[in-house]
């Protein structure tokens, strides 16, 4: 099990910009990466995936204004966004998956509150 704290959240006006971070208690090399997001009354929704190896992906809301990126030694990844819109506002959750040869797991974090309004 790992876990995972996710920060960076806040209010932000239209065409603004925020970069949240998702820091691990351990070592996530081997894990894949993800953000996701949730508004109330609506099903979690894929953001952005960051496998082990292979390839990122978006979601086509976000292609082109968000940018995952990862840094193995210090366990954490994080979620660049910009051009942000009104409909982004959502709570933003960081999630890990892994394999270890026997069953797969995943962990999530509490979730970081992300509000564009003006």
């Known amino acids: 099990q790992v876990n995972l704290v996710e920060s960076g959240g806040g209010l932000v006006p239209p065409g603004g910009s925020l970069r949240l971070s998702c820091s691990a208690s351990?070592?996530?090399?081997?894990?894949?990466m993800h953000w996701y997001r949730q508004v109330p009354g609506k099903q979690r929704e894929l953001v952005a995936s960051?496998?082990?190896?292979?390839?990122?992906e978006y979601a086509d809301s976000v292609k082109g204004r968000f940018i995952i990126s990862r840094d193995n030694a210090k366990n954490t990844i994080y979620l660049q966004m910009t051009s942000l819109k009104p409909e982004d506002t959502a709570v933003y959750y960081c999630?890990?998956?892994?394999?270890?040869?026997?069953?797969?797991?995943?962990?999530w974090g509490q979730g970081t509150q992300v509000t564009v309004s003006s």
């Open positions: 960051f496998p082990a190896d292979g390839d990122i």
């Open positions: 351990a070592s996530i090399t081997f894990f894949a």
């Open positions: 999630n890990a998956g892994w394999y270890n040869g026997i069953r797969p797991g995943n962990s």
